[in-house]
């Protein structure tokens, strides 16, 4: 059966809240954690994001799909990552020229269950005042216990570990192998465009699935090391912080960023915790304590560093912070060539202030 304009659907929340809506992508089934992004562009690169693993996702934009998506140009891994899609108005129509087809067709072939027509601003502002939960979305089940005991099946994004399934399953290269400077990647879910910020700038990079052992990293002899973003609770992932703090012992540059910051300030014995709603847009204000100067930035996260922890620690310091919260964006190790921000810096989707990151972690291993 296809979705058509007309075909119903239903979204659940947790907490036993029900809207009901329009289908859009598959007729089916499906869930995960509910959060909102307020990016008003940039929705293939979104769904495509390897941290949105087990995470339905709001678009606080009311009109998405209005200019189709491109294949592979926008998309940050080779598939749809998020479990669902919400949204307002969705276009059945796109008006790019350059597109090679519509939302709709992207989302259908990717087997995604979504809903359109919802009240996003009154979605949003349950979300913001209860906090992040788990939903169901359904445009095949319209019976209130069944789809009851379909979101009871849902695991809670607390406790789950995912950077195992998202990530690579075989290593591979990247990048001009005669580049100056050769870059081993920890692949927790990392995104396409974090990857060409760091070749574009005269590097080779070999990118590692997450559970790889430290000693076959390290044989390859590379000047830096980099653990990238991904889906799940860092408190889940012990193989990667005996990993990271391998590379954090071998005195070579390190940079992480989101979940590779986690895991970093995991290793300097820091701990996370999983946030009321999580940081989701392409607009959060972060400071540099470093430098004084501010920047607007792209942002996916659900689980933080927890600052009292941060500032008392003999290990790190924060270099950066939230402006809208004040929570920790950003630490550096003591005494290593090492550091790591809880923003994207590559912001695909979004602004480029933070890029200069990438030109840091290059310096350090010159």
Known sequence: MKVTESTPAVLLLQDGTLFHGKALGKIGTHGGEICFNTGMTGYQEIYTDPSYSGQVIINTTAHIGNYGVIDGLEAESDQVQIAGMVCNEFASVHSRETADG????????????????????????HIRTKGVMNCLISSEIFDLPTLQAELAKIPSMEGLELSSQVCTKEAYFLGNPSASKKVAVLDLGVKKSILSNIAERDCYLHVFPAKTPYAEIAAWNPDGYFVSNGPGDPATMPYAVETVSQFLASDKPVFGICLGHQILAQVCGLSTYKMHNGHRGLNHPVKNLV??????????????????????????ELTHINLNDQTVEGLRVKGRKAFSVQHHPEASPGPHDSRYLFDQFVDLMK
Do not use: C, P, W
């Open 102 to 125: 519509s939302l709709q067709d992207y989302l259908a072939k990717a087997n995604l269950v979504g809903i359109s027509g919802i009240d996003t601003r009154a979605l949003v502002r």
């Open 291 to 316: 430098t004084g100067l501010s920047e607007i930035t792209s942002q996916n996260h659900g689980f933080a560093v927890k600052m009292d922890e941060l500032k008392s620690s003999e290990k790190a």
